[in-house]
């Protein structure tokens, strides 16, 4: 298993699923090159209705490929929940 690190910026209310200590929206966690995008989703355990734009290194990522789009070492995963506006 190889492990590598991102970074994971959780935007809005999913702030509050980032680890105690985390600073600025953002956390580093190691990985195993063969997670996907949705695996470390769940290891969040963010809730599924709540993950709305998924971004890494400012590319959207469609909801059909976060099941097998896997993470580069050093990429920035970004999810923002839905917003609403007026």
């Known amino acids: 298993m190889d492990n590598s690190s ?3 910026k959780l ?3 999913l702030s ?5 200590g985390a600073r600025d929206n953002k956390t580093e966690i190691n990985f195993d ?4 995008i949705s695996a470390i ?3 969040f355990n963010l809730p599924p ?3 709305h734009l998924v971004m890494v290194d400012g ?3 469609n909801p059909e490929d976060r099941p097998t789009r896997k993470l580069l070492p050093g ?3 970004a999810i923002w929940p839905p917003v609403a506006g007026g």
């Open 6 to 8: 991102v970074t994971v």
């Open 11 to 13: 935007y809005a209310s």
């Open 16 to 20: 509050e699923f980032l680890p105690a």
């Open 33 to 36: 090159e063969a997670e996907s």
């Open 41 to 43: 989703i769940q290891r």
């Open 49 to 51: 209705k709540l993950v």
């Open 59 to 61: 590319v959207y990522i």
């Open 75 to 77: 990429e920035v995963l």
